[in-house]
């Protein structure tokens, strides 16, 4: 087993452990905003965003956690979200919760974040929560979400990083995981993508984007 299989499958085994005892009240409630201050509600508003830019088309949430953010989104968007996670308690929790919501029009699945079980151009709008900083390889995570935003919608990202890189040499620097880099870095990787950054706004240790793919044609 290569070292990026041995990482996931930690990560997974972490994150599925924690889900339903763990997460919502130590991670959500107080680590997200003690380190991003009014993260959460920044978050909230992020999927109002997402939902209006769908206008009833598919979106996309991963990692979807326990659908602590996603349930809001869901409540309010016509069509069909989908939230995948690669830890298995994740993805039960969060198909709990839309069942105890009443929530017919959010769908999870599990699934790897660099190989997505969907087709490319899937969803008009695309939400990576609070996640990407334990996903390994951020150059892959946001070259999958990309290929599966369709042409002009929107990829909405909150990441919580604790950056070294500035005080690295720049090849040191790409090496570091995503928790440890900086805004900067999080705007090269989007821009390798060719998608187009249009917000990036820092609260604390989180840092928010907005990032929309160019149109064909």
Same mark, same amino acid.
């Given at each position: 087993?290569?070292?990026?299989?041995?990482?996931?499958?930690?990560?997974?085994?972490?994150?599925?452990?924690?889900?339903?005892?763990?997460?919502?009240?130590?991670?959500?409630?107080?680590?997200?905003?003690?380190?991003?201050?009014?993260?959460?509600?920044?978050?909230?508003?992020?999927?109002?965003?997402?939902?209006?830019?769908?206008?009833?088309?598919?979106?996309?949430?991963?990692?979807?956690?326990?659908?602590?953010?996603?349930?809001?989104?869901?409540?309010?968007?016509?069509?069909?979200?989908?939230?995948?996670?690669?830890?298995?308690?994740?993805?039960?929790?969060? !198909?709990?919760? /839309?069942?105890?919501?009443? %929530?017919?029009?959010? #769908?999870?699945?599990?699934?790897?974040?660099? *190989? &997505? $079980?969907?087709?490319?151009?899937?969803?008009?709008?695309?939400?990576?929560?609070?996640?990407?900083?334990?996903?390994?390889?951020?150059?892959?995570?946001?070259?999958?979400?990309? !290929?599966?935003? /369709?042409?002009?919608?929107? %990829?909405?990202?909150? #990441?919580?990083?604790?950056?070294?890189?500035? *005080? &690295? $040499?720049?090849?040191?620097?790409?090496?570091?995981?995503?928790?440890?880099?900086?805004?900067?870095?999080?705007?090269?990787?989007?821009?390798?993508?060719?998608?187009?950054?249009?917000?990036?706004?820092?609260?604390?240790?989180?840092?928010?984007?907005?990032?929309?793919?160019?149109?064909?044609?």
């Amino acid at each position: 087993m290569t070292s990026g299989k041995r990482s996931k499958k930690a990560i997974a085994g972490l994150y599925s452990w924690a889900a339903d005892t763990l997460y919502e009240p130590i991670v959500v409630k107080r680590a997200f905003p003690l380190l991003g201050g009014d993260l959460n509600h920044l978050v909230l508003e992020q999927g109002a965003r997402a939902v209006e830019v769908a206008a009833g088309r598919p979106i996309l949430d991963m990692p979807v956690g326990t659908a602590y953010f996603t349930i809001e989104m869901a409540r309010r968007h016509s069509g069909v979200v989908v939230g995948t996670d690669i830890a298995t308690g994740m993805v039960r929790e969060a !198909r709990r919760a /839309a069942a105890r919501a009443g %929530l017919g029009n959010l #769908v999870t699945v599990q699934a790897d974040a660099h *190989a &997505l $079980p969907f087709a490319d151009g899937a969803f008009a709008a695309v939400l990576s929560t609070n996640g990407l900083q334990v996903i390994p390889g951020l150059a892959a995570a946001i070259a999958e979400l990309t !290929r599966v935003l /369709a042409p002009g919608g929107t %990829l909405f990202l909150s #990441v919580v990083t604790l950056p070294l890189t500035a *005080a &690295l $040499p720049t090849r040191a620097g790409k090496r570091l995981p995503t928790v440890l880099k900086s805004r900067g870095d999080i705007i090269a990787a989007l821009l390798d993508a060719h998608l187009s950054v249009t917000s990036a706004s820092g609260h604390r240790f989180a840092v928010l984007m907005e990032a929309t793919k160019p149109r064909c044609g």
